[in-house]
Structure formats: C-alpha cells, structure tokens
C-alpha cells in the first residue's frame, strides 16, 4: 500500500469539525448559533477575561443546550474574527474530568 495523502491541515479539521458542531447544533434548535453569540456579547460585558466553558456554564438555562459542548468553538471563532475577542494566554480547565489541561483565556476588545 502507498502512503495515504493528507487532504487536509490540522487547521482545515479543525475548522470542519466546528462547523459541523454548530449545524448540529441548529439542526436541534433553529438560530441557536445567534443566541449563544448574542449571549457570549452580553456575557463579556461584565467579563473581562474567560474561557469557554465559563461562557457556556453561565448560559445554562438561557441557550438551549447543543448536542456537543464544541458547537460552542464557532461561537468564539466567530467573535474572534469580528475583533470582539482576543486570546490572553492560558488557563487551567475548571471541568475536573478534563484534568487542568490549558485551554485558551479570552479577553475582550470591546466593552472595556
């Protein structure tokens, strides 16, 4: 057997992976992708640095949940590519099933 070529970048996955999240998640609920990004703008308001799971924590029982948590990552791509956001580093996961491992530590660029 040849070697099996690489159609795609760990970047390209990566971004498939988060789009197919987010149609997942508004295949489950219509407009699902507005409400969490319209939350995650209310959200940094009064937050000034976060990670994503503290943004979908807080949104419990006002977004409706998605089917997986990573529909979530197309949330903050998004913000980020709107210069809403930013990455500030770092920061140890608080979910104890994920063991501390980092995860990106947002700030914002709006609200401050």
Same mark, same amino acid.
């Given at each position: 057997?040849? !070697?099996?070529?690489?159609?795609?970048?760990?970047?390209?996955?990566?971004?498939?992976?988060?789009?197919?999240?987010?149609?997942?998640?508004?295949? !489950?609920? !219509?407009?699902?992708?507005?409400?969490?990004?319209?939350?995650?703008?209310?959200?940094?308001?009064?937050?000034?640095?976060?990670?994503?799971?503290?943004?979908?924590?807080?949104?419990?029982?006002?977004?409706?949940?998605?089917?997986?948590?990573?529909?979530?990552?197309?949330?903050?791509?998004?913000?980020?590519?709107?210069?809403?956001?930013?990455?500030?580093?770092?920061?140890?996961?608080?979910?104890?099933?994920?063991?501390?491992?980092?995860?990106?530590?947002?700030?914002?660029?709006?609200?401050?």
């Amino acid at each position: 057997m040849g !070697k099996q070529l690489n159609l795609f970048s760990g970047a390209e996955l990566k971004d498939i992976g988060i789009n197919r999240a987010l149609e997942n998640a508004e295949s !489950k609920n !219509k407009g699902w992708g507005a409400i969490a990004y319209g939350f995650l703008l209310e959200y940094i308001k009064k937050n000034k640095t976060f990670l994503a799971e503290d943004v979908s924590n807080a949104s419990y029982g006002i977004v409706p949940e998605p089917p997986s948590k990573r529909a979530w990552g197309a949330i903050f791509v998004m913000a980020k590519k709107n210069n809403i956001i930013k990455k500030a580093g770092y920061s140890p996961v608080k979910n104890p099933k994920a063991h501390r491992t980092p995860a990106t530590l947002w700030t914002t660029n709006k609200y401050t």
